[in-house]
């Protein structure tokens, strides 16, 4: 028998790809989102079809009185806690909302699950916790003290609590640090998908800085990967990098999009921004050690499924 399962923000892209995976493999699958406008909720609405057997409840993780209901009622196995609101530069202009959302709506789930200390909690952190670091790759062990926007800053908050209520009550907890996620289904305001979006219509891309920047660019397939082995293996109190441990400048990303969309990109050179950071790279030694995690997408690849899939989309508008 399969496992009982919550997904928070389970209508987005990574969250719908989750269920989307956990239901193919026979677990029950229920869904949590508050279909915000932080982008079209016609596109999470969208998502929901790559999950027709999962039950949706549209509510909001800081309602504590549903996610304490929700709880009681569900019997859940296991949570992988997805909804946040996500992005460094928004989170500069809104701290306040992204603390709210966060660290509180984080908490809300933590507090549910004190008198349920056998559910298994999956966090997805992110690699902005590890600040502007010149030491790459970047290790779970590493020292990060000095995140530089208030989105990291959260995220980090959220592994800490994670931490306490592990420590407090024995809930077995897996903080996983997502890598720069792409693939079908990303949000339109990301990266790759703004990028090959601009290069079809002939429109400039937002380029940053010098285009010296690296990213751990991660497909949405290794993604899912990891965190299913991260949801069958939760047990004590473990944070996991899962990225592609591979990086890729921002000019050779551009150059593959042109490739990949048959266009050369028109750049809108613009200058470095607040909160960003000169280099992601992840360590995946202990998810490789500890849950079999093996990303093997490159950046060409990914990126030329993705255009296949954004071309796809258009075709059928």
Request: neutral net charge; glycine residues 8%; charged residues 25%.
């Amino acid at each position: 028998m399969g496992l009982n399962v919550l997904i928070t923000g389970g209508a987005g892209f990574i969250g719908s790809h989750v269920g989307e995976n956990l239901l193919a493999r026979g677990d029950r699958v229920t869904v949590l989102d508050n279909f915000n406008e932080y982008y079209d909720p016609a596109i999470k609405r969208a998502n929901l079809r790559a999950l027709p057997n999962a039950t949706v409840v549209t509510g909001d993780i800081r309602d504590r009185s549903l996610v304490t209901r929700l709880l009681d009622e569900g019997r859940f196995d296991a949570i992988i806690h997805l909804a946040a609101m996500a992005g460094v530069r928004p989170s500069i202009l809104d701290p306040l909302h992204y603390e709210d959302v966060n660290v509180r709506g984080t908490l809300h789930f933590l507090e549910a699950l004190k008198t349920r200390p056998k559910t298994r909690f999956v966090f997805a952190s992110s690699s902005s916790v590890y600040g502007d670091r010149a030491e790459v790759p970047f290790r779970e062990v590493d020292d990060i003290h000095h995140p530089v926007s208030p989105y990291a800053a959260t995220k980090r908050a959220g592994e800490l609590h994670c931490s306490t209520y592990n420590h407090l009550y024995g809930i077995p907890t897996s903080c996983l640090r997502f890598f720069t996620v792409y693939g079908p289904r990303q949000r339109p305001e990301m990266a790759i998908h703004k990028f090959v979006k601009a290069t079809l219509e002939g429109k400039p891309i937002p380029f940053y800085g010098d285009g010296s920047t690296r990213r751990d660019y991660t497909y949405i397939d290794d993604i899912v990967d990891g965190v299913v082995r991260a949801l069958d293996r939760c047990e004590g109190y473990e944070i996991y990098n899962l990225g592609e441990s591979a990086t890729t400048s921002l000019q050779e990303l551009v150059g593959i999009i042109g490739e990949a969309c048959g266009k050369t990109p028109i750049l809108d050179r613009q200058p470095m921004q607040p909160g960003d950071v000169l280099v992601t790279y992840a360590d995946v030694s202990k998810a490789r050690a500890k849950l079999g995690y093996h990303p093997h997408t490159s950046v060409r690849d990914g990126v030329e499924r993705f255009v296949r899939w954004f071309t796809g989309t258009l075709t059928h508008r």
